[in-house]
């Protein structure tokens, strides 16, 4: 008999990524068109209809203290950043390239919220495949 496949491991945060998470998610929340919603240990953030970023709540994405978001053909001065930064990693998910920021101590937030706000940049240009 042929066993499935397991699901990712998504084990719990640290008490310091729920901070992080909330502090983000509360710095987004008044940006315009931004919604949030929360499903299996995530905070998925919203510009419209498109998703921007993911925050862990209880759950973690690839390692226990990152965020992930998806930005689809970066600009150049985007790439450059992305290939530059030592805390970037990536995941393909359903054809779509995510990536995941590492954050290791409170000085991190400000970057964090530069790369939600590439992300939030791309999500108003992204058009919605049918």
Known sequence: MARKASAPSMPPISEQMKAWSAALAAEIEDWPQVSQKVFFGFTALYRGKNMFAVLPRTRCIENRNAI???????KPSVRGRLDSDHRIGSIDRNNTRWFTFELSSDSDLHDALNWLGDAYDAARAKKKSK
């Open 68 to 74: 992930a978001f998806p930005i689809d053909g970066p």
